[in-house]
């Protein structure tokens, strides 16, 4: 087993030096990318856990970094697809709102009261969000989405989370960043509020909601364009890329998934204010590799829903999480929610 590299006294993983594509990956012109082998005595291509702090999970591997200064230092063209619910305001995933929202003292968080001895999850408030911070999102996918472009085999998928008040303003960012838009997934749950009359005029206008009430989670879907003159036919022989995976009973891939907010159990297990389900997140991940071979990427992993659920169906994927506290709730949390029973 490769041996863990330890993050630095300061507690961030060090920033690393873009690097050039590995010439040891690159066979007849095309990098030829090793899916990580987590096993004791596998190997793993050292650019996946180089310089940072890892751990291997099953068929997965976590790792404790930035994903923007992580991606930098991988060759082009080595992960056939991303599956990832990023901090869509940005903001609500920095240190000081953390810190506000553990500290009860809310910030972009709202925090709902509890009552019925039951307390409810914090929400992000993305409504607060000003017109330099909506700036700030769209330059970071814009970013973001030109870093996974490159390392992104051509023709690989990307399923991204996001919500109903940002989602134009982050696809649009995503396109500008090199993606092609291709779509995308409603999943049907009410996890965002809205709905609410007009505050401090509820009862002037009782008829009344400023937004409407949440009752989906749109995801996003992307693609890195297939290479010119190629049809999607001649990327997955190339790349196993270009498509999405039907079900196991032959039925294609729907864009519509019914949904459940994440149960009790899998919260207990997780421990991170934003955990998808697993029975949401095995779809996805089924689907973006459509041969089921190939490498996931999940760069915001949190507690890593993304990487149980790969784990769960017997597949390679990577997560990486820049928080500590996450990445250490990440490598508790995926063999226990893998374990869980459903969708194989
Ligand atoms: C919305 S949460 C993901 C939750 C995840 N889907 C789960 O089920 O646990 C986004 C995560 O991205 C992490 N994050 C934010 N910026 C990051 C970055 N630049 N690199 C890596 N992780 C980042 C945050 O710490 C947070 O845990």
Redesign the pocket.
Known sequence: MPSKNQTPPNGRPARRAPRAADPAARGNGAPRIPAPTPRPGGSVAPYFTDGYRHTFVGESLLVH????AWMRGLPSSCVHGVVT???YGLKE?DVDQLQKMEGGNGGIWRLPPSFDGSSRQPLPRFTALNVGERERISEFFTEWARETERVLKPGGHVLIACNPFLCQLVYAALVAGGLEFRGQIVRVVRTFRGGDRPKGAESEFPDVCSLPRGCHEPWGILRKALPPGRTVADCLKDHGTGALRRSRSGSPFLDVIPSRRTSLEERRV?G?P???PQELMRQLVWAVLPLGRGVILD????????VAAATALGLHCIG????AK?FQAATAAVPKLADLPGLR
């Open positions: 970094a930035d994903c923007m619910d990023p901090p995933y997780g991170h934003s955990l998808k760069p915001f992993t949190g507690a890593g829903s993304t990486v999480e820049r928080r996450f």
